[in-house]
């Protein structure tokens, strides 16, 4: 399933039934889905149903940016819309690829008219910002990337408030992006 | 003779003559705040988690509806803005006034929030010996986004025309851009906009208006309101007819606040001028956080800038303060909102079991619970309304939310251990989430008492004692109200957590309380500030408690400038670690509070200074948190109620010594100031519907009582009854 339907071609005909398309768990958790809006509407009313709809839509979109998990000549990229969860400063950024730690000598974060930085460079006394309302762009170098469905997570440390904070999604790989208009 | 030293009768909080681009400027109405600095700009970057934000613009309905916002101006071919031009500038608690000299135009500047709806006027008067030819450009930044979602921003925003000005749109919010009279032009990211629809990305709005200047002062208000695009549809002249009225905002902001001011206590501690003038800020600025955002939310917002939501932990600790100034109505109803958002089934994706309170209550409504600890307040502090008047209609009113809460809280009492249990909320909330949506994030926070950011798992001591509070004020209340079927359960659950902290967490090689305890009785030995409440609540021995007190006052835990979070003993201790080392000052306000408790006034009159010292230096806000190792702040909202709320209490409850029980006519009083002092004055003090005044001196308290029926004032053995508008004399002298 594309996690972003509102961007992706039109679906083919039966192209995706099966498993894939609606598994049993799903359809569990979609119950689940209805049964709690459900809850809310009754107890509070259906604008805060709405209102809570509102929030998880920004939160969806405005994070990762949809559809920009593209290839690059050397490996992969993707970008960042906002930061996750948390603002300000991160002492660690750690990305895993299909479930696998990435080499932080081989990852790269590029801050909006900034040079790139590697994962590997960022700590304590450097740590990264990434900016609200401006693209940060992160880059993989890989051998192969093979087309079809990745799952991204990332694991970022904050210097003032302890917990890790991550963000995972998936997302089709795409071709390269093409020259700047 | 007893020197006043109250706020000054302006109530102004900062005066500056030069540009001041690092001092934090926060303007609200009930509705709404701008945030700006005191260089006149409506920009404010600010060091946050680490890195730096910038939090300048207009808010409104719980909303950011804007970043920056800045203003700029043309005459002649000279460039000018507002900061290098500044001559004067004065922030209130409502408005933020400035002069300035473009060249030979005088520009008087000033930006109101609206005192009850959402949005924020920004005023420009122009004035000049000789005609001249004025272009003003204002660049606005859209944002549109609920300050409870951190750090994110929407990209694409949908633009169109309204009546002479500009509607933006994201998501479920919108904001309305209305100026006082046509622009010239207007432009989307610097390119010209016709009044055409428009959707796309949009970094900013560009308003210009070219004025003939002469000696009559010619203004131009632009006025941004917004909030919920509810608010927005549902009012088609919003903004326009608001801006009609721009001329009466400043006044009837003012107004309002000399209103609320005025029917509250004021307090006069010619031994302590500081404490009184810090009193009076922070008096002022608990009214600051005041939010009425929409009708059906009443309450105040944690702080200032990232926290301007309702925090029902946070309000659970302004709301004593609240009702010790007088304003029992919005004690109510903030209660009330609270209430009303009580889950009544189980909804996992939000975090909400049945009789949870919720952590955060936004417009919209949008909610969020799963906290361990934020439930519990709330029958204490309706036993607290009903003590200072509140009827007990209320209670039976309410009595079906405080008794839902009180079966949570017993469900989460474990059946070996016999304690309250917190952790594993935020677990519980990201596997409920875990299956929806194409993005998911978290943090691995594995716990939520006050302390969010650390592990205190499975019973950390504030939470037994906000848990026994809770079980005892139902004892109470369910007696008052003659609801007494489980009176007995109650305060038998209540004794049982009194004798569990007063027993298990005693830590003696360190006579302290163990932070925490595991399920299966294992001690947490971290040393942390949250034992003080157990001090405080009475429920240790007084040489236990005094050791207590004693021992948080040692200088691992104590700093000149507050209480750290935890021990810098500790191996786990970092002096940027938001629970694990900065200094909190409600942390100091519990130190505070318990050193009065166990009869130690001159260490309580000390931690008070203490924070006195922050809310006068921080021209009357007061940080949450500051660094560790250095009086800095350090990711720290520049005003949070936490910081001012608990000292006012404490100032009342401690230092004055009062308890009042308004139903039974009765008003306790029993100062705590120390030697030396010769007077003390605190002068209308609601109470039992009525009003008292204290005129303490070392021998005797002068009161004057005028209310609708009778008073009895008590301080230690002395009574004195007195009839409606009466007065007299409690002799302190021993007979």
Redesign the interface.
């Known amino acids: 399933m594309d996690s972003f339907p509102g961007h992706r071609r039109p679906n083919r005909y039966g192209s995706r039934i099966g498993a894939d398309a609606m598994p049993c768990g799903k359809l569990r958790c979609d119950l689940s889905l209805l049964r709690q809006g459900v809850s809310v509407a009754v107890g509070f009313g259906f604008r805060s149903l709405e209102g809570l709809v509102d929030v998880a839509q920004l939160v969806e979109q405005s994070v990762y940016e949809p559809r920009s998990l593209t290839r690059t000549p050397s490996g992969f990229g993707f970008t960042l819309l906002n930061p996750p969860l948390r603002m300000g400063a991160f002492s660690s950024v750690r990305l895993l690829w299909n479930g696998v730690a990435v080499d932080p000598q081989r990852a790269a974060l590029c801050l909006p008219g900034s040079v790139p930085v590697r994962l590997s460079s960022v700590g304590l006394t450097d740590p990264v910002t990434l900016p609200v309302g401006r693209r940060t762009r992160f880059t993989v170098e890989a051998e192969e990337v093979a087309r079809g469905r990745h799952q991204l997570r990332l694991e970022l440390q904050s210097i003032a408030v302890p917990p890790r904070i991550w963000l995972e999604f998936s997302d089709e790989m795409r071709p390269p992006l093409g020259p700047p208009p | 003779m007893i020197d006043r030293t109250a706020e000054p009768p302006t109530g102004r909080l900062v005066d500056r003559t030069r540009a001041d681009p690092t001092t934090p400027l926060l303007v609200t109405g009930l509705a709404s705040a701008a945030i700006l600095s005191a260089d006149a700009e409506m920009r404010a970057p600010r060091e946050?988690?680490?890195?730096?934000?910038?939090w300048g613009g207009a808010y409104a309905e719980g909303i950011r509806l804007t970043?920056p916002w800045t203003i700029a101006g043309g005459i002649d071919g000279r460039e000018y803005d507002l900061p290098s031009t500044l001559e004067d500038l004065e922030a209130f608690r409502w408005k933020v006034v400035s002069t300035h000299a473009w060249g030979p135009v005088r520009v008087r500047h000033r930006v109101v929030p609206m005192p009850f709806g959402p949005g924020v006027g920004r005023t420009l008067e122009f004035s000049s010996p000789e005609p001249k030819r004025v272009r003003v450009l204002q660049r606005i930044q859209p944002?549109l986004?609920?300050v409870?979602?951190?750090?994110?921003?929407?990209?694409v925003y949908r633009i169109t025309g309204r009546g002479t000005g500009l509607e933006a749109r994201?998501?479920?919010?919108a904001a309305v851009l209305a100026p006082s009279f046509p622009a010239t032009s207007w432009s989307l990211d610097r390119r010209p906009w016709d009044g055409k629809d428009y959707r796309g990305e949009l970094g900013e709005v560009g308003i210009v208006h070219d004025l003939d200047v002469t000696a009559v002062p010619r203004s131009l208000t632009l006025l941004v309101s917004g909030g919920?695009a509810?608010t927005v549809d549902k009012d088609q002249e919003l903004g326009t007819t608001a801006l009609v009225g721009s001329r009466v905002w400043p006044p009837a902001a003012e107004a309002a606040w000399a209103s609320w001011t005025a029917g509250t206590p004021t307090m006069e501690l010619p031994g302590a001028p500081q404490l009184a003038r810090a009193y009076d800020l922070a008096r002022s600025a608990v009214r600051a956080l005041y939010t009425k955002p929409t009708d059906d939310i009443t309450g105040l917002v944690a702080g200032y800038p990232?926290y301007p939501s309702l925090w029902c932990r946070d309000q659970a600790w302004m709301l004593p303060a609240v009702l010790w100034l007088g304003d029992r109505a919005w004690a109510e109803a903030s209660i009330r909102t609270v209430l009303r958002?009580q889950?009544?089934?189980?909804?996992?994706?939000?975090g909400a079991e049945v009789g949870e309170i919720p952590m955060q209550i936004s417009?919209?409504?949008?909610?969020l619970y799963g906290t361990s600890d934020t439930s519990l307040y709330y029958p204490d502090l309706t036993r607290r309304l009903v003590d200072h008047g509140g009827p007990l209609d209320t209670v039976r009113d309410l009595w079906p939310h405080l008794r839902a809460v009180a079966d949570w809280a017993k469900a989460k009492i474990d059946t070996t251990s016999g304690l309250f249990t917190n952790g594993g909320e935020v677990a519980e909330l990201r596997d409920a989430t875990a299956?929806?949506?194409?993005?998911?994030?978290?943090?691995?926070?594995?716990d939520t008492t006050i302390w969010d950011?650390?592990d205190r798992r499975d019973h950390a001591i504030d939470a037994q004692v906000h848990c026994l509070r809770a079980f005892r004020a139902m004892g109470e209340l369910g007696s008052r109200i003659g609801r007494t079927d489980r009176v007995a359960d109650d305060e038998g659950v209540a004794q049982r957590l009194a004798d569990a902290i007063a027993t298990r967490y005693t830590w003696p090689a360190e006579k302290y309380l163990y932070d925490s305890l595991g399920r299966d009785g294992a001690p947490l030995p971290k040393l942390r500030p949250n034992a003080l409440l157990a001090v405080s609540a009475g429920l240790l021995d007084l040489d236990t408690g005094r050791a207590t007190v004693v021992r948080a006052g040692q200088d691992d835990l104590a700093t000149a400038w507050g209480l750290r979070t935890l021990s810098d003993r500790d191996a786990s201790y970092?002096p940027?670690?938001?629970?694990?080392g900065q200094v909190w000052t409600i942390a100091t306000a519990w130190a505070a509070e318990a050193a009065f408790a166990v009869g130690d006034a001159e260490g309580g009159l000390r931690w008070l200074g203490t924070i006195a010292d922050r809310i006068v230096e921080e021209n009357g806000l007061a940080n949450e948190c500051y660094r560790g190792d250095r009086p800095e702040p350090?990711?720290s909202c520049f005003l949070l109620g936490f910081s001012v709320a608990p000292f006012l209490t404490v100032l009342f409850e401690r230092l004055w010594g009062l308890v009042v029980r308004s139903d039974q006519h009765a008003l306790s009083v029993r100062p705590a100031f120390p030697a030396g002092w010769s007077g003390a004055r605190l002068h209308h003090l609601a109470v039992a519907g009525g009003f008292v005044d204290l005129d303490w001196t070392p021998s005797r308290i002068e009161v004057r009582w005028s209310g609708p029926g009778p008073l009895d004032v008590r301080s230690g053995d002395a009574t004195l009854a007195l009839g409606h508008d009466g007065a007299g004399t409690l002799d302190l002298r021993a007979p």
Request: hydrophobic letters at 40%; charged letters at 15%.
């Open positions: 946050t988690r680490g890195g730096t934000v910038e970043g944002f986004a609920p409870l979602v951190e750090g994110i921003k929407p990209y994201a998501f479920g919010w919920l509810s990232w958002f889950a009544t089934s189980r909804i996992p994706l939000l417009p919209g409504p949008v909610f299956h929806f949506g194409s993005v998911h994030y978290g943090f691995d926070a594995v950011s650390t970092d940027t670690a938001y629970h694990d350090f990711d």
